[in-house]
């Protein structure tokens, strides 16, 4: 089970037994605080939020060097005129109905994402994560200007993959 489904599990478990006490008729306040110590402070939970937590830090350094433009090792040259792109359409938005990765397949890799929708309410994943065979990993986040995703698609030139260009 994904740290995402593990918390969201615990939290919806403690809902209903918060759902419970505030009903009207008896209510006994120890047994209440038990119940959702059982819940909450079990060790796969609490491992779970520390992996969210883990990931949320990643995400944050890497959102925080993408918005620096500081260059790395692997960014190409930058342009001198970086080109007028429009946002992207909430239609052409990819989705993640699972939240988990899931519905994409890719023989040989592990796919997860991490931190859905953005500035709209869908599953678009801000962050793609790819694990290959060996282990070696990579994040791949969306196109965006002024923390909004853009149609990087409005530049590419698309290529016949038959004609070999």
Known sequence: MTAEKQVLEAVERAQAILASYVEPGERDCERTINDLLDVLDRDQVVAAVEELERRREAVDELQRLLKSGAPSWSSPPRNSVEPDLPPMPPDKRP??????????????????????????PDTMPQVIEVTDAEGRRAAYVPLSRDGKVVDSAAVVEKKDCKDGG
Do not use: K, N, W
């Open 95 to 120: 989705q993640d109905p699972g939240m988990d990765g899931s519905d994409m397949c890719f023989e040989g890799y592990r796919i997860v994402t991490r931190e859905h929708a953005g500035e709209h």
